[in-house]
């Protein structure tokens, strides 16, 4: 698909206005948002709400991080009490990773706080407007992703 510049330029001035509007929310908007929960916490804890107990390396790929960041993103995880790990019964040198009690805690909230912001950020926007938004977005997301090399789909709202 070819853009025209003027396209081009209205669609990278309103990613960048996005963006600047995101790092204005800043540290207070985070706290409100993942409360003790740490910002990469989401995208290692949403994969194991919905797919079960995983191993580290699995939680790396769907993260789109090297298993050793997931590695220590886990551990302070588990540190945390968001995350429980045992051994492998399959592999007894392989640990699975499991989402505790805390951890579901943390993602309800961090769902509560943005189902809030979406209320407010879309009150004057229709249903359909709505559900446009999101369609686009994903398509977005999904076309940043090829163009960043990445194969793998984030978890639903990781960023």
Not at 27 to 56: H, I, K, N
Not at 67 to 84: D, K
């Amino acid at each position: 698909m070819h853009l025209t510049r003027e396209t081009s330029e209205r669609l990278t001035a309103g990613v960048a206005r996005l963006v600047r509007s995101i790092k204005h929310l800043g540290p207070r908007a985070a706290a409100d948002l993942y409360g003790d929960l740490p910002s990469f916490g989401w995208a290692l804890l949403v994969p194991l709400e919905q797919d079960g107990d995983q191993r580290c390396s699995a939680l790396a790929d769907r993260a789109g991080v090297d298993v050793s960041v997931a590695s220590r993103q886990v551990a302070a995880l588990q540190r945390a009490g968001y995350v429980e790990r045992r051994p492998d019964p399959l592999d007894g040198r392989a640990s699975l990773i499991s989402l505790s009690a805390a951890g579901s805690a943390a993602l309800a909230h961090t769902r509560r706080v943005r189902g809030r912001w979406a209320v407010e950020a879309l009150a004057d926007w229709t249903e359909a407007e709505a559900q446009e938004f999101d369609r686009l977005l994903e398509k977005f997301a999904d076309g940043l992703d090829r163009a960043g090399g990445r194969t793998h789909r984030s978890p639903a709202g990781a960023g």
